[in-house]
């Protein structure tokens, strides 16, 4: 496995560990989607949250960085994770499942 790889298990392993309270997947890059998506779309608590797995040393490619700005102007989190800051995950997403979500426009119940 590859160190980007053992990010990305990493990283699947603690939003699972979250259960039902957390939605996530995994959007697959291929020409028909949008190019610069992070490599893990979750829904925690209401709040929508990107991220980008990245081994050490790694940054985001110029258009990985555009679509994160893009998120975040929308009102998104987004985070970089490797090998350094992986508890960042956990911490981000606990944090975000005790904040008080006051729902979303256009949404039934």
Known sequence: MTPEGRVKANVKKQLLSFGQDVWWFMPVQ???GKAGVPDFVVCAGGFFLTIETKARGNNPT???DLCMKDIRSAGGTTLVINEDNLDE???TITWLLSQTYSGCRGCEG
């Open 30 to 32: 291929t020409g028909y």
């Open 62 to 64: 110029k258009l990985q």
């Open 89 to 91: 995950v956990k911490g």
